[in-house]
Nanobody, 118 residues
C-alpha cells in the first residue's frame, strides 16, 4: 500500500499561483508514476499531470499546458504541482495519485480544495 497526503490548496484570485505538494509513504516503490487529478463539482475526475520515477513527464492536457508544472523529489517521496496563471475553471478538488500507469493510478490521496475567484 501507498499512502498519499496532499497539502497546499486554498483560495487564490484569478491570475495568481498556488503550489500543491504530495508526500508518499508506505510501499513507495510501487509509485512509478505520481501525479495529479482534479474534480470540479458536477464533473468527472480529470487527469492533470503525471511524472515518472525517472523524471519524465507525461504530456499535460491542453487545459493546463503552459501553466502547470509537475516535479518530483524521489529522495523525499514527494511530488509537487506548481500552478500559475490560475483561472476560475481550475477550481476543483485536486487529488494526488500514484501507481504503475499514469492515467490509471492504484492509490489516491484524500484531496485538497483549490478555489480560484474571478
Amino acid at each position: 500500500q501507498v499512502q498519499l497526503v496532499e497539502s497546499g490548496g486554498g483560495l487564490v484570485q484569478a491570475g495568481g499561483s498556488l503550489s500543491l505538494s504530495c508526500a508518499a509513504s508506505g510501499r513507495t516503490g510501487s509509485a512509478y508514476f505520481m501525479g495529479w487529478f482534479r474534480q470540479a463539482p458536477g464533473k468527472e475526475r480529470e487527469f492533470v499531470a503525471a511524472i515518472m520515477w525517472t523524471g519524465g513527464v507525461i504530456d499535460y492536457p491542453d487545459s493546463v499546458k503552459g501553466r502547470f508544472t509537475i516535479s518530483r523529489d524521489n529522495a523525499k517521496n514527494t511530488v509537487h504541482l506548481q500552478m500559475n496563471r490560475l483561472k476560475p475553471e481550475d477550481t476543483a478538488v485536486y487529488y494526488c495519485a500514484a501507481g504503475s500507469l499514469p492515467r490509471q493510478p492504484n492509490y489516491w490521496g484524500q484531496g485538497t480544495q483549490v478555489t480560484v475567484s474571478s
